[in-house]
């Protein structure tokens, strides 16, 4: 326990040596245990800075990946944020920290499941759906922040903008494959690239 507390300052240390320096993110970074979202046998890898194979063949994003993703979101606390692509959870429980309802979606059922079950031990406040996740979850919209933690094949999917508050702002990749670019917008459209990125594609 004493030893994943280290890696975790150690990790976040890091962070705000990489430029992150919104304070809240970098306390739910600090309070997340992030080996309990890694398979048993990569626990003494999660607190690395790259990103890490789980199951369906998916990956857990980099720990800079995921902090400049909720960053970019610019949370206060009283949002409900829709995240799409689960995965092992790990995202949604940092989000869980920053804002006041997450809602995540994941397209593998098995991921879901296990996702669901890490978050209620850990203690984070998360509802997991199993689905396609370019649907979003139209029935809780509208959502002040969406974050999508997959590849969008050329453009954000349109239903993701539509669940979107007026003022509210969406982080995704959007490129072919599994390359492109990370993007900020509005519902309106309008918006930002902010930097190359690497993510498994949007299911």
């Known amino acids: 326990m004493a030893d ?3 890696r975790r300052r150690a990790m976040v240390a890091h962070l705000r040596e990489q430029g992150i320096v ?8 600090g309070r997340v245990p992030r080996h309990r979202f ?24 980099a720990p800079a990946m995921v902090a400049a993703m909720a960053a970019l979101l610019e949370l206060t606390g009283s949002e409900r944020v829709l ?12 989000l869980s920290c920053l804002a006041r309802e997450v809602v995540t979606v994941e397209y593998h059922p098995s991921l879901a499941a296990s ?24 029935d ?22 539509e669940q979107l508050a007026d003022d509210g702002v969406l982080v ?3 490129g072919h494959g599994r390359h492109g670019d990370l993007v900020r917008v509005r519902r309106d459209g309008s918006g930002d690239r902010i930097m190359p990125v690497s993510f498994v594609p949007l299911l």
């Open 4 to 6: 994943h507390a280290r």
């Open 38 to 61: 890694v398979p048993a046998h990569r626990a003494d890898e999660a607190y690395g800075p790259g990103p890490l194979p789980i199951a369906c063949g998916q990956t857990i994003s």
């Open 140 to 161: 809780r919209a509208p959502f002040d922040a969406i974050s999508v933690a997959a590849m969008a094949e050329g453009e954000v999917p349109a239903a993701l903008l």
């Open 172 to 174: 995704c990749p959007v």
């Open 115 to 138: 996702a669901r079950d890490v978050l209620a031990a850990t203690g984070h406040h998360v509802e997991v759906r199993h689905g396609d996740g370019r649907l979003g979850a139209p």
């Open 83 to 94: 995240e799409v692509g689960a995965g092992s959870g790990y995202a949604a429980a940092v």
């Open 22 to 29: 919104d304070e809240r993110v970098l306390a739910a970074m």
